[in-house]
C-alpha cells in the first residue's frame, strides 16, 4: 500500500471503458493537480496521460511517468508477462509534490497486477477515492460490489461519479444503498476539449474538495 497523504485523488471504476481517464482529467483540472498513471497497458503512443495532458491543456499540470509501461491492451498481470516482466508494487512510489495528486487505475479494483497483488493494492487508506460509474446491465451490481470492497478494505473518503446517459432509477437505487458522496454526474458528449473539461471541473470542484 502506497504512503498516506489526504491531498491524493485515486480514480478507479466499476470496470473497463467506464470513464476514469474523462474523470481524471476532470479531477486535475478541478484542483490543478498533478496526475500519474502507475501503469499503462497498451497503447503507449497515445496513451492516458498524453488523453489527460490533451484534454486539460494546462501547461502548468506536471504529468509524472509510469511505473510500468506495458505494451499490450490486457490486463496488467498479462500484459507485462507478454513483456517479459513481473510488476512489483514494492517498485510503484508515487512522485513527491507540493500539489494535490491524481492517480488512475486500470480497470476494477480487482484487476490483477501479478499473481498476489490487484489495483485496489496501489490504494491507501488515507487516499480520497472516486468512483467512476457507468450505466449497462449489471452495473448496479457492480457499483455496489465495488463501494462495498472499498468499505471493507477501511476506505472512508468515497465518492462516486456517474458518466454517460442519465438513468434515474439506476443512479438513484446506487446512492441510496451506499453512504459514498455523490460527486456529479458526466453526461455523454459529442468531445471532451478542454472547455468541457473546464466546465465539468468548475461544477465539480466544491464536492472534490470536500470529498
Request: hydrophobic residues 35%.
Amino acid at each position: 500500500m502506497m504512503s498516506k497523504n489526504s491531498k491524493h485523488y485515486f480514480i478507479t471504476g466499476i470496470g473497463t471503458d467506464v470513464g476514469k481517464t474523462v474523470v481524471s482529467a476532470i479531477v486535475v483540472k478541478a484542483l490543478q493537480a498533478d496526475y500519474c498513471k502507475p501503469i499503462q497497458a497498451g497503447d503507449l503512443e497515445y496513451s492516458d496521460t498524453h488523453k489527460v495532458k490533451a484534454m486539460v491543456n494546462d501547461e502548468t499540470i506536471h504529468y509524472h511517468k509510469n511505473a510500468y509501461a506495458l505494451k499490450t491492451p490486457m490486463s496488467p498481470h498479462a500484459a507485462a508477462e507478454i513483456d517479459g516482466l513481473q510488476i512489483d508494487i514494492n517498485q510503484i512510489t508515487r512522485p513527491k509534490t507540493s500539489k494535490p495528486l491524481v492517480i488512475e487505475g486500470a480497470g476494477g479494483l480487482l484487476v490483477p497486477l501479478n499473481t498476489t497483488d490487484t489495483i485496489a493494492d496501489l490504494i491507501s487508506e488515507d487516499d480520497k477515492i472516486i468512483l467512476v460509474s457507468r450505466h449497462y446491465l449489471g452495473s448496479i451490481n457492480h457499483t455496489l460490489l465495488s463501494l462495498d470492497y472499498l468499505k471493507q478494505q477501511g476506505n472512508k473518503n468515497i465518492g462516486i461519479i456517474f458518466s454517460g446517459d442519465q438513468h434515474p432509477t439506476t443512479e438513484n437505487i446506487i446512492l441510496s444503498k451506499t453512504s459514498a458522496k455523490f460527486i456529479g454526474r458526466i453526461n455523454e458528449e459529442k468531445e471532451f476539449t478542454p472547455h468541457v473539461i473546464k466546465d465539468y471541473a468548475d461544477k465539480f470542484r466544491e464536492n472534490l474538495i470536500n470529498l
